[in-house]
Each structure stands twice: as structure tokens, then as C-alpha cells.
């Protein structure tokens, strides 16, 4: 059975001009020890989903469909019952390491807040613990830095204290969101290792959100293309980048740069904005951006359905042709010019 | 040893500083803050040993009753008044109260404002319709205006001075630290402690609140300069404590403003000590808006 289920999750928001539908009825589950990536630009619902399942959204949002963890449906869950979830069970990592650490507490402090409240330790266990978490992700000196303040780490340790606090109480799952946007490549890296030892020693479920592919081809072995608050293509990570049968997903494997790419190969970005998602039209929400729309895109929502095997599904009425699949060079082939 | 080496050896001096720490740290390098703490300090000291530095009682008459009282003399340094008592014991006995005024009335004002500006931008939506209309309406009547309405109202008598300059304070205090928790309520790290299970009580008294609070610690200290002032005033216009025996500054100036062309002493000097208060207190509130403000971390 699945760690982490998630069916039918749909998000609104109420707005005074009009109503948001960032999150349209989408389904996925993790496993333990399972790593799963979420692809997709700004603004497809990525963090949304997320926050969705911590149930942490703004008052405005309005929540429908089932999140199934350990039995409980934690859309059901009373307010008292989900904070003993969050950040025991099921925790969190913020993109931004810069502002997602209260200036005025001790490093020390938000980290045994946790502790002490969810594992019930005292204070002095606590900052036990709290020392041995530092070391674990990789900060020298643990045990005099718990008394310092955020403003006296480097962004790449305060996203490592970051981590320190959200895998405190050992949750069964965790989720990262963009958890190396803000920082540098050396940096990511580090981040990232540290990230793949916790999935393998702790037997954590972790969904790794990124806009970024090369991250997702390294570390997920499955992964979710959405678009426009939809999931528009899934499948494991090697099968998918190798066959993206989206056009949505094939255009941003060809805008990612690559190191090995020839000289005079050019990017080629997808044409077009994001829909707006203030109107749920039928048709599907690529079509416009679409070199391979039909009319059928443009009149029917297209439903993921599975292709060339069971694990790799798609919700496109005119998946790409195997023709104009990239050469078979994973991760992220660039197209040349012509 | 290299630049780099240096700087680590820096850092690792500056380790065990904290936000506080640093704060104190601005305001010791800010010379304005530092004169504007001798200042306050020197009156509060004045305060606290009146009866052993005032040469006489406060309503002690040490010289004969006068139409036109002497001035400064060796004797009396700041003169005497028309029924004989000494000017200097006057002021220095006078501290307390006006001291004791512009605490309190501050305190009152950032106690409530505290409390109301915490509910308005933490809970929102209908209380802090509520809470801030009512703000607004206070605000719409000039500070002063208000503080004498309300002393209307209940009376003439210190407490009363001291509770309505306070709560025509309220308004500002609420507006400030509403504006800081409605900004700081969405940033990131609230919605971090959120994540890891914090419960609303922890957000807003944890988290949410030390974020927001320096700027209504500055206007603190600003406010026991106007509540000083604003008591004077208050006294001036017949509305200060009721006991004659009681003395302060403000009603000094106020007793003998039409003296000031006889005996000019009787309304300067009590006027300077308030100028001289009001001014330390503005520069204790400049220096700490400095030290507290943290985009001015080095």
C-alpha cells in the first residue's frame, strides 16, 4: 500500500474578481523510500498541491478530493489532529533558505520547537538531538552554532538548518520545494546529496519539487509533468525522458541547455504564457502553446491514460510521434539547428 | 594570515551575538542615543534621589511672599516663586511626576495598542474591521484634542491625565503594529513553523510578534515625549492633578505663564526641563529606530 495517496486533488481560490482553479483533480501516490519528482513551471500548482496536503493553504482556498495517509484522510482531519501531522509525519523544505527562517530565534530554537513538541524531549535531550541533526546535514561546529542566529549562516547552511528542522521527528514523508532554486550549483549539489542519503538511510518518502530537470533526472525515480494545475504526463523518470509523449514535456526537454551540446545548438523554448486559470474551458490547456493541437485539444479535456507501457501515462489527445522524439541522449537532448 | 583567514577570525569573534545583542551593540556606536541616554538617566536619577538632592521641600517657603519674585541668585540658583518656595527644588521634585506621567501613559498606550493591533492584523477579516474603524475614528480627532475630551470626561486628576494621554495614544500603536503583523503573517517562515506544527497561539506570540515589534518600541519612547508634553499642556489648560501640593513641570509653566515678562525665571527653567527630557527621549528613539532596524546589519 502507498505511504502517501493523493486522489482527485482539486484547489481553488476564492478571489473578489474571480475564482482561481490552481489544482484540477489530480492523483498520485508515494512510497516509502520512493523518490518522486514534480515538474512544471511557475504557476501549474506544484507548491500548491503541497501545501494543499499540509494543509496549509490561505483561508481563501477551497480544498476537494482525498489525501490518504496512514489511513486518515487528511483533507477530514481537524485543525488540532493535522498539527500533530505536520512536521511529525509529514514535513516540509521552503525554496527560499533567505526568509523561511525567523530572524529573531535562535538556529538552536527552531529546531528544538519541533522536537520538544512533537517527541515531547526535554531541553536538554532536545538540544542534543538538535546538534546531532546540524551534523547530520552537514554543518561544522553543531553544537555552538545552535545558539546563533539565522542572519549568521550562508544561504546553502541555512537551507541545510532548514532541512535539519523538517526531518527533526524522522516524518515518514517529506516534501521539498525547490530546495536548491535559491542557491548555487556547488551548493545544490551538496544539498541534493544530502537530500539522496536521508531517502536511503531513513526509508523516507520524499516529492522533490523542481522546475528543474537535470535535478529530477538525478535523483527521482518517477516523475510528474503538470501543466496549468493539471498533471499532464507521468511515468519513470528514464522512460519519460527518453519518450516524452507530451508535447508540453518534449518542449521543456528541448529548452534545457546541455554541457555536451555542439556548438550552434540552439534552445528552443515553448511559444506562448501560461493559460489563465481563472476559466476551466474545455479543450486542453497546452493546445494554444501546441505544435501538435488538434481540434479534438481544443474541444475536449484530454484525460491521462496509459502509453507505450502501464507506468507511462499521458492526457494528450495527440501524444508526439516517435518520429519527433529526441535522440537518446538523457537527460535533457537539445535540438539542433537546421 | 589572509583576508580570508581574517575574516573567518571575525566571525567567529561576532559568534555569540544575537538580534539584542546586535541592537545594543548600534546603539553604543550611536552618539545621539548614548547623549540621549545620559539625559533620560540623569532625570530619572534626579527623580528617584529628589528629596536628597533638592536644597528645600517642594512646597517649602523659604522667601517671603512677592508680587515679583526674585530671580536666580547664590541662594536660590533658579529663583524663587511668589510664595517664596525655591524654583530648583520645584523642578527637581517635579521629575518624578512628569517622568512618572510620561511612563505610565506610554506604557498604557503600548500596552492596548499591543493587544488590539495583535487581534486586527492576526485574526482579520470582521475583528479587524472592528478594531480599525474605531482606530481611524480616534485617529481622525487630533491626539491632543482627544487626550483633553477624554480628561473632560473623567475629571481632573493624575490618573485620569495619565490614562487619557495614554489611550489617545492607542491609535497609533495599534495602526503601527497591525501593519507589521499583517506583513510579517504571510512571510515564509511563519508558513515554515506552520508546516513543522505550530499552532496559531505559538505563530502569533513566537513568531509573528518579535518580527513586528521594534518600530512600536521606538515609537514608545517618542510617545513618553509627546505624553510629557501633552500633560503639560493638559496642566497648562487647568486639567493637570487636582492636589496643589503635587508638582510638575507642565503646571509650573502653566501657574505662571502670565509672569513672563516680570519674572521670567518661573517659566523658563521648568520649560527648559522639558525640552531638555523631551529631546533626550527623541534621541533614545531615533538611536534604537537605527539599532533595531535590520537592514542596517553589519
Not at chain 1, 221 to 227: K, S
Amino acid at each position: 500500500m502507498a505511504l502517501l495517496s493523493i486522489d482527485d486533488l482539486e484547489v481553488e481560490f476564492e478571489t473578489r474578481r474571480a475564482t482561481i482553479h490552481a489544482v484540477n483533480r489530480i492523483s498520485f501516490s508515494l512510497d516509502s523510500g520512493e523518490t518522486l519528482g514534480i515538474v512544471g513551471e511557475s504557476g501549474c500548482g506544484k507548491s500548491v498541491s503541497s501545501l494543499a496536503v499540509l494543509g496549509i493553504l490561505p483561508a481563501n482556498a477551497r480544498v476537494a478530493g482525498r489525501v490518504e495517509f496512514a489511513g486518515d484522510d487528511l483533507l477530514a482531519l481537524p485543525d488540532s489532529k493535522m498539527r500533530a501531522v505536520r512536521g511529525r509525519d509529514i514535513s516540509m523544505i521552503f525554496q527560499d533558505p533567505m526568509t523561511s527562517l525567523n530572524p529573531v530565534l535562535t538556529v538552536g530554537r527552531q529546531i528544538t520547537e519541533t522536537l520538544r513538541k512533537h517527541l515531547r524531549m526535554d531541553a536538554a535531550q532536545a538540544d542534543e538531538e538538535a546538534a546531532r541533526l546540524l551534523e547530520r546535514v552537514g554543518i561544522a561546529d553543531a553544537r555552538n552554532r545552535l545558539r546563533d542566529y539565522p542572519h549568521q549562516f550562508s544561504g546553502g547552511m541555512r537551507q541545510r538548518v532548514m532541512i535539519a528542522m523538517a526531518i527533526s521527528c524522522r516524518p515518514k514523508v517529506l516534501i521539498a520545494d525547490e530546495p536548491t532554486t535559491a542557491l548555487d550549483v556547488t551548493l545544490q549539489a551538496q544539498i541534493l546529496e544530502v537530500l539522496r542519503a536521508l531517502v536511503a538511510e531513513e526509508r523516507m518518502g520524499l516529492i522533490l519539487i523542481t522546475h528543474d530537470l537535470g535535478v529530477v533526472a538525478g535523483l527521482c525515480e518517477r516523475t510528474i509533468v503538470m501543466y496549468a494545475g493539471r498533471i499532464v504526463e507521468s511515468g519513470p523518470t528514464r522512460e519519460l525522458f527518453a519518450r516524452p509523449r507530451h508535447p508540453y514535456t518534449l518542449g521543456l526537454l528541448k529548452s534545457v541547455p546541455r554541457v555536451d551540446a555542439r556548438a550552434k545548438e540552439r534552445l528552443v523554448p515553448i511559444p506562448g504564457t501560461p493559460r489563465d486559470l481563472r476559466s476551466l474551458e474545455a479543450g486542453c490547456a497546452f493546445a494554444p502553446r501546441c505544435p501538435y493541437a488538434t481540434e479534438r485539444s481544443r474541444a475536449e479535456t484530454p484525460q491521462l491514460r496509459p502509453i507505450d507501457d502501464l507506468e507511462h501515462r499521458v492526457a494528450c489527445w495527440n501524444p508526439v510521434p516517435d518520429g519527433d522524439l529526441p535522440p537518446s541522449r538523457p537527460p535533457a537532448p537539445v535540438e539542433e539547428e537546421r | 594570515m589572509s583576508v580570508a583567514q581574517a575574516e573567518a577570525r571575525e566571525l567567529e569573534l561576532e559568534d555569540q551575538s544575537g538580534l539584542w545583542r546586535d541592537a545594543f551593540d548600534r546603539l553604543r556606536r550611536n552618539p545621539g542615543a548614548i547623549a540621549g541616554t545620559v539625559i533620560i538617566a540623569g532625570f530619572a536619577a534626579i527623580a528617584l534621589l529628589a528629596p536628597a538632592l533638592a536644597p528645600h521641600g517642594p512646597n517649602e517657603q523659604v522667601g517671603g511672599l512677592a508680587a515679583v519674585p526674585p530671580g536666580p541668585s547664590t541662594d536660590f540658583p533658579l529663583g524663587l516663586d511668589q510664595q517664596g518656595r525655591d524654583v530648583l527644588s520645584r523642578i527637581i521634585f517635579g521629575a518624578r511626576l512628569s517622568l512618572l506621567v510620561g511612563v505610565v501613559s506610554a506604557g498604557v498606550g503600548l500596552s492596548l495598542g499591543l493587544v488590539l493591533g495583535s487581534l486586527a492584523g492576526y485574526f482579520g477579516r470582521w475583528i479587524d474591521s472592528i478594531i480599525m474603524r474605531v482606530m481611524d475614528l480616534m485617529l481622525a480627532v487630533p491626539q491632543f484634542l482627544l487626550a483633553l475630551a477624554i480628561v473632560t470626561a473623567l475629571g481632573p486628576g493624575l490618573i485620569q491625565i495619565m490614562f487619557a494621554v495614554g489611550v489617545a495614544n492607542v491609535p497609533q500603536f495599534a495602526r503601527l503594529l497591525r501593519g507589521g503583523i499583517l506583513a510579517q503573517r504571510e512571510s515564509d517562515y511563519v508558513l515554515a513553523a506552520r508546516s513543522l506544527g505550530a499552532p496559531g497561539r505559538r505563530l502569533l506570540l513566537a513568531h509573528i510578534l518579535p518580527n513586528s515589534v521594534a518600530p512600536v518600541i521606538v515609537q514608545g519612547t517618542l510617545a513618553m515625549a509627546t505624553a510629557i508634553i501633552d500633560v503639560a499642556g493638559l496642566s497648562f489648560l487647568g486639567l493637570g492633578p487636582a492636589d496643589p501640593g503635587l508638582t510638575e513641570w507642565g503646571k509650573m509653566v502653566a501657574e505662571n505663564a502670565g509672569r513672563l515678562e516680570s519674572a521670567p525665571h518661573l517659566v523658563l527653567f521648568p520649560g527648559f526641563a522639558i525640552v531638555i527630557s523631551v529631546l533626550g527621549l527623541n534621541l533614545v528613539g531615533d538611536g534604537l529606530r537605527e539599532a533595531l532596524d535590520p537592514k542596517l546589519k553589519n
